[in-house]
């Protein structure tokens, strides 16, 4: 019934967030300026196809990453899961795709690779809610096991001979214009919008992140609400190894080592506080773009892979520092105003 | 006694988040002074020793020391100055030593660069026997109990070459042997010309050690004059703005049964035996200093704790909680002693705070959060409850101390509790706020809610409540009917011995 | 005073430690030669640099990850310079070249951290990025094959060495580096103001603040200090391998991390000892360098040794959550 009042309601929520219109403009600023470098070969369909065929991987993964910052954690462990559920993944479907037909073994596949992301994802909300391990420590130690684990089953090379089908997932564009991957990923977007902004676990998520003695003392069980989160990343994370494997065909212990850097400047730009209980999914959609145009641009413009390295991390860094300024902008403002008032 | 003037405040004035904490506030300290800063919690009296501190930096006014003007000073400035504070939280540091606690900072002042840890025991040593107390130099500071942290941090200022020492309310966890040994000793450092500003609302405490009385009210000096012009009711007048019509609480109608009834339960270490009753309509008072196990209890009871022996019966039926939800859905609810930790999420919205302890109680058929209906109930509640803000949208953080403890209260309300507790429900807000909430109890009370009002605030439990027990080191020590009991006499028993000696 | 010694952290790493070596020793008699001993003492230096520098940094409540980044700027452009010149003086001077370069960078670090009060791990993320990238693009990541003479002659003197049967393993006189960075690190968190101000920091950031401490000067001291120590361990890397590879090191925060979690020290700051730290890194060492002794595939060693780490941090994290719910005694006996 309200329906259509609760899309204006989130849409006014989005505009009136300071920092949302800013990355929104940001992100405008960051399209304009690779167009006009780059001319038609940024602005074009091809580009556009290949970059929504890209940003997915690297946008889950960020949402995965979110989700425990919500928390006022992190996750560092998410390229581990990632290629590990793949890994599983392509290990299953070539050993059995013979014996129990292609498609059973890719859709079996498939759920091995969620039960693995979701395993993984038990583990590290296991030793951060139960063991009391910092969520930093636990998931940096959890990613060697990960990456680990999958050097010691491939013996470090990479795992080929998947069927073609099996890029359906990450290469495939549906009516030969839209990208696959870019579905896979707009369905994140809006499951885990809803969970976060309408669901009973959102909520939860947003108020442990806040002030974990309040929460307990609310009568929520900030545990559960610690592994349940842990798993969604990692279900994230085993989405983003199926896109991963399923778009080179193929998968590989140790691909996509800068990712982690990537997703944390993702959720970070996109606003969500590493401090817990503020950020919203728009944001780091926003933000996945931004950094899609950017590199999209590079790659066009040819600039060197370790200058992009420079790039990112001082991206990384000013921008936690123009929020700084800008925080303290709007205080004196504020301070300003009330004066005027007095 | 006095001589020349020491520090001199000259329309300090500073605002947070656009309140006005401090409004063109003058204050003159003599040397070898002693000054009362008295006033209600939220007046700006904790605001006042953070900017003389320098803690705070003003947004108008200056302070002058020795003759000569500052618009602000560091906090390492003021400890240079001779500006010493023994903060309300003690300001220590739980992973060291007692020893260092005590000399770390005296040794630092004196431009050490390297530790003797000789010396460090040994001015340690000095320190606790200037007060008079034992202590094991070796303890870690994180497993002694809060009268101990109180009286290391004393010591530590002590040692310091302070020429100015600020003590906010230094007696809260004290006995009374021990807060007579503290007086002794701030009555030795005038005699040195040392000036010490003595926080307090404890009115036979100002007497006793105070010359000079200041009194705060919402940000601004009301009034200020020696001591002995000063008589109880118009120092009451001062600090609440208002004659107090001193309505106690009578019970109304009474339920027969009890509805909370509490048989001999403990915590190992923290409390043993308690038992006592609750009825429908009562309004029940637990006091005790601070480390009396008096929170420990509440917490207990809201299943915060597990308790190890006895039992808690709800209406006649044993209590089998595994959790704090539970406790929740059992009916109890618990209003937390620092809202700010505890009690409230500050950053998050007003609505969202008032759900926070009953979230699957605001689903709609799909099972997504009623968004308008959350809505609808906040302002509700906001009207109820006489909650000052424009929006139930806006951040808690925005409110002043008052209304936020109202969004608490409010929060424990909407899950509906057979009993209430609350603990030290009115700290840190203002009289019409606390007046509100007061009203609120009683009524909560008439209507057949049972009350629980933990507090070592006096006049709060005998107006308040109409029946008290008294906890004392984790133990039951006593019941009375508050119409029956006068706050002296209810202060000298607490301070008997009551608390935690300076025994680690 | 026993009884005072088992109850402490060092106690239980010290156990492990034992029960670790005896296992391994059994499984491989090899490893109770002193040719084993010699090479664990090698395997230490560069990671044992980095871990001690690493600790007053968490104690204080920090964690840098940036240091492999800087490491690596300190050891590559130094080799790359004195390569480029032919250098043949003092060894000292390309030595205290990379501390200069880690200690600059380190001050960075610290300024960024503490002027816009920002989480020091996700400061130092960006900066190790940023470091590496900047490095590589300007120096270029082209490995320098050669040293400079006094390097590689500082790199090839035997401090002292040991047989495994007809082995012959030597540790190289960078091990005096690694001592003297425990020794400082020991007098300055014991003996020091600035020693006890770092753990004041760790236990309660505002009361030390309230005390006078200057918490902002000691922060910028801590992870200037863990970027020096960073260019010093890279040099010494450099010279043990006598090659410069800017790949190297990449990657090994999280042994250092974890050696001195493991040691004891408290991940939220205020707790961690020197003595407890030289446990968690002889731990880490042997149990890395132990595993080809006990025949395990090279393949699964990183899993193993993430095993170790988390069960390590576990353990300490488990015993450390347990000691926070511990409440101070109300009710007498």
């Keep these: 019934m309200s329906n259509e009042k609760g899309i204006v309601k989130y849409l006014k929520d989005i505009t009136e967030d300071a920092r949302m219109v800013r990355l929104f403009f940001i992100m405008v600023i960051a399209f304009v300026i690779m167009c006009v470098a780059n001319g038609n070969k940024f602005f074009s369909l091809s580009n556009f196809q290949s970059m929504a065929r890209t940003f997915p991987e690297v946008g889950i993964l960020a949402i995965a990453v979110s989700l425990a910052m919500l928390l006022g954690g992190i996750n560092l462990s998410v390229v581990g899961i990632a290629n590990l559920s793949g890994i599983f993944c392509c290990q299953f479907i070539i050993a059995t795709q013979e014996k129990i037909g292609m498609w059973p073994a890719i859709i079996i596949g498939l759920a091995i690779a969620m039960v693995v992301g979701a395993v993984c994802g038990l583990l590290n909300g296991f030793l951060i809610a139960y063991v009391g391990i910092p969520a930093m420590l636990a998931t940096l130690g959890t990613q060697e096991i990960f990456i680990g684990l999958g050097v010691g089953v491939t013996k470090g090379a990479a795992v080929f001979g998947t069927p073609s089908e099996f890029t359906f997932f990450g290469g495939a564009y549906i009516f030969g214009v839209i990208p696959m991957s870019l579905i896979l990923f707009v369905v994140v977007v809006v499951v885990f919008t809803i969970l976060l902004q309408r669901k009973q676990y959102g909520m939860e998520l947003y108020l442990v992140g806040t002030n974990p003695t309040a929460a307990r003392f609310s009568g929520i069980k900030n545990e559960l609400v610690i592994l349940k989160t842990h798993v969604f990343g990692g279900i994230l994370s085993a989405i983003a190894g199926i896109i991963i494997a399923s778009g080179t065909n193929s998968a590989k212990a140790s691909y996509g080592s800068s990712y982690v850097l990537r997703c944390l400047i993702v959720a970070i730009l996109g606003g969500i506080n590493p401090a817990g209980g503020f950020g919203k999914i728009t944001g780091v959609v926003m933000a996945v773009l931004t950094i899609q145009f950017l590199s999209s641009g590079f790659g066009i413009l040819r600039v060197d892979g370790y200058f992009q390295t420079f790039v990112w991390g001082a991206v990384l860094v000013g921008d936690m520092i123009l929020n700084y300024y800008l925080d303290k902008l709007a205080e004196n403002r504020k301070k300003k105003k009330a004066e005027k008032e007095a | ?504 | ?333």
């Design chain 3, 1 to 333: 005073m026993l009884k005072k010694a088992m109850k402490t952290n060092e106690f239980f790493v010290l156990i492990a430690l034992i029960i670790l070596c005896i296992i391994i020793g059994i499984a491989n008699p090899v490893f109770f030669t002193t040719g084993n001993a010699v090479s664990l003492m090698k395997n230490s230096i560069v990671m044992g640099i980095m871990t001690f520098a690493l600790m007053p940094g968490i104690v204080a409540g920090g964690i840098d990850v940036s240091f492999p980044a800087i490491a690596v700027c300190g050891m590559f452009t130094t080799s790359k310079i004195m390569q480029n010149i032919d250098y043949s003086g003092p060894v000292i001077l390309p030595i205290l070249m990379s501390i200069g370069i880690g200690t600059v960078l380190g001050l960075l670090n610290g300024l960024i951290i503490t002027k816009f009060s920002l989480p020091a791990f996700i400061v130092t993320l960006g900066t190790s990025s940023l470091y590496y990238g900047l490095l590589v693009t300007l120096v270029g990541s082209k490995p320098v094959n050669r040293l400079c003479k006094p390097m590689e002659d500082f790199g090839k003197a035997v401090m002292i060495s040991g047989n495994s049967g007809s082995v012959t393993t030597s540790c190289t006189w960078t091990f005096l580096f690694l001592l003297a960075v425990a020794i400082i690190v020991y007098l300055m968190l014991k003996y020091t103001m600035l020693g006890r101000g770092i753990y004041a920091i760790g236990g309660n950031r505002t009361s030390a603040e309230r005390a006078g401490f200057n918490v902002n000067g000691i922060l910028i001291f801590v992870y200037t200090f863990i970027g020096a120590c960073a260019g010093l361990a890279g040099i010494c890397h450099t010279m043990q391998a006598r090659i410069c590879m800017p790949t190297d090191l990449m990657g090994s925060e999280m042994l250092c991390i974890a050696a001195v979690v493991l040691g004891g020290t408290n991940i939220a700051g205020g707790k961690g000892t020197v003595i407890g730290t030289t446990l968690g890194l002889i731990l880490i060492t042997v149990a890395r360098s132990s595993l080809t002794l006990v025949g395990v595939d090279s393949s699964w060693q990183q899993m193993i040794v993430g095993i170790v780490i988390v069960g390590g941090t576990a353990l300490s994290a488990y015993k450390e959550l347990r000691n926070s719910r511990k409440i101070a005694k109300i009710l007498e006996d």
């Design chain 2, 1 to 504: 006694m006095a001589g020349k003037t020491l520090i001199k405040l000259d329309g300090i004035s500073i605002s947070f988040g656009g309140v006005h904490a401090l409004q063109n506030v003058d204050l003159e300290i003599l040397e070898g002074q002693t000054l009362c800063l008295a006033g209600e919690n939220g007046g700006g009296k904790s605001t006042l020793i953070k900017i003389i501190s320098g803690f705070y930096r003003p947004d108008h006014g200056t302070i002058e020391i020795d003759g000569k003007q500052y618009s602000h000073f560091t906090p390492k400035q003021a400890i240079d100055l001779g500006i010493q504070v023994i903060y309300q939280d003690f300001a220590i540091f739980p992973n060291l030593t007692v020893a260092e606690n005590i000399a770390l900072s005296a040794e630092r002042l004196d431009g050490r660069k390297l530790v003797n840890w000789k010396n460090v025991k040994k001015r340690a040593q000095e320190a606790l026997d200037m007060i008079n107390v034992k202590m094991d130099l070796d303890a870690i500071l994180a497993d002694l109990p809060v009268a101990s942290k109180q009286l290391v941090a004393i010591c530590r200022s002590l040692l310091q070459h302070a020429r100015l020492l600020i003590m906010d309310e230094p007696t809260t966890a004290l006995t009374k042997n021990e807060i007579n040994s503290l007086f002794k000793v701030v009555r030795d450092l005038q005699a040195k010309g040392i000036s010490v500003v003595f926080v307090s609302h404890k009115l036979e405490e100002v007497y006793e050690i105070a010359e000079q009385l200041v009194i705060l009210r919402n940000g601004k000096k009301v009034i200020e004059g020696p001591i002995k012009d000063f008589d109880r009711k118009k120092f009451i007048y001062h600090m609440t703005g208002r004659e107090i019509e001193s309505e106690t609480f009578t019970v109304k109608n009474i339920g027969s049964e009890p509805l909370l009834e509490v048989k001999g339960i403990g915590i190992k270490d923290l409390f043993a035996d308690i038992s006592f009753k609750l009825y429908a309509g009562e309004v029940l008072g637990i006091t005790g200093l601070l480390g009396s196990g008096r929170s420990e209890l509440a917490r207990a009871l809201f299943n915060l704790e597990k308790i190890d022996t006895g039992e808690v019966l709800l209406e006649g039926r044993k209590l089998d909680l595994k959790n704090v939800k539970d406790a929740i859905n059992a009916g109890i609810a618990y209003v937390p002693e620092d809202r700010l930790t505890e009690g409230l999420f500050m950053p998050q919205t007003i609505s969202r705070n008032m759900i926070s302890a009953v979230i699957e109680r605001n689903l709609n058929g799909l099972g997504l959060i009623d968004t308008p209906g959350v809505r609808a109930r906040s302002e509700d509640w906001v009207k109820e409850l006489k909650v000052k803000t424009p929006s139930t949208e806006l951040p808690v953080q925005a409110l002043s101390g008052g209304n936020q403890q109202k969004v608490v209260l409010a929060k424990w309300l909407a899950t509906k509790p057979k009993v209430l507790i609350l603990n030290s429900p009115t700290v840190g807000i203002d009289v019409g706020a606390k007046a509100d909430i007061y009203a609120y109890t009683r009524r909560l009370a008439e209507e057949g809610i049972g009350v629980i009002i933990i507090s070592d605030d006096l006049p709060e439990i005998l107006d308040n409540c109409n029946r008290a027990i008294i906890m004392k080191r984790g133990r039951l020590a006593g019941e009375f009917i508050t119409s029956e009991m006068t706050e002296s006499r209810l202060t000298d028993i607490l301070a008997e011995a009551g608390g935690e000696g300076g025994a680690a």
